[in-house]
């Protein structure tokens, strides 16, 4: 029967020890599950254009990405949904008021804008991730669209209870974090409900934190040998790390290819 598979990305099908490589392994084995007819797709918390990118490398034409809110099939954007506006904005007013610096993603882009030097100042260099522009005359009204905040807070001054009810991303070794939406799922869903597929016959692949509500929700999870441990608490199967073919062999074991 044909099996609906969704991947995470870094450190599932990319290396867990050296950044974006994937494996002759890896790629082999999505080919494989491709040519027997079962309908693969990522599931990532990136950003479209991030995703986007990584599609076009490894060759898979359908994907969940923003963290479950934005669904492509065939390489065409089906739908996106916007994180909850008005509590991103209750957000962005409290760190305002708390003086901890904070970053907003207004588009998809590279670009974001920051009201003050306080972000520059906490979370240091971030070039190689994003560009933060500073306009000291934004204000949170002008904002049409937030697709997400990014968050310097050294000082823990921030709700973090507030901050978890959309979804958090640690971002190195705490420079920033990024309030992300994390269901996954939640996408995964609507592309069943979209091609008027089985959902018992969805397979997840995962690794990382942002990984664990995809895996309490779906039929069957597979965590690699390199998961953490609350993703391979949830896990009906582990398999080899990322770095060993854990793809390939889970696929294998189980007679997908």
Not at 128 to 144: C, L, N, Q, S, Y
Request: with cysteine; hydrophobic share 40%.
């Amino acid at each position: 029967m044909r099996k609906l598979f969704f991947f995470d990305i870094d450190g599932t099908l990319t290396s867990a020890k050296e950044f974006g490589k994937i494996y002759d392994s890896t790629r082999a084995a999505i080919a494989q599950l491709q040519d027997n007819g079962h309908f693969v797709a990522l599931a990532t918390g990136r950003a479209l254009f991030r995703a986007k990118a990584f599609q076009q490398e490894i060759g898979i034409k359908n994907m969940v990405c923003e963290g479950g809110n934005c669904i492509i099939l065939n390489n065409e954007q089906i739908s996106y949904e916007a994180p909850d506006q008005a509590l991103l904005k209750t957000i962005y007013e409290e760190a305002i008021s708390k003086q901890v610096g904070i970053a907003l993603s207004c588009e998809d882009s590279l670009h974001r804008i920051t009201p003050n030097s306080l972000f520059h100042e906490y979370a240091g260099d971030c070039h190689e991730f994003m560009e933060v522009h500073v306009d000291t005359d934004f204000r949170i009204e002008k904002a049409e669209q937030i697709r997400r905040l990014f968050i310097a807070d050294p000082m823990k001054k921030m709700d973090m209870e507030k901050l978890t009810q959309i979804g958090i991303m640690h971002y190195g070794e705490d420079q920033f974090i990024i309030i992300e939406p994390d269901d996954k799922y939640r996408g995964i869903r609507k592309v069943c409900e979209f091609l008027g597929e089985d959902e018992s016959q969805v397979v997840v692949f995962g690794d990382g934190m942002n990984d664990r509500k995809m895996f309490k929700a779906a039929p069957f999870a597979i965590a690699m040998g390199n998961a953490v441990k609350e993703v391979k608490a949830e896990a009906d199967y582990i398999t080899a790390d990322s770095d060993h073919d854990g793809i390939f062999l889970a696929c294998k074991h189980f007679g997908w290819i």
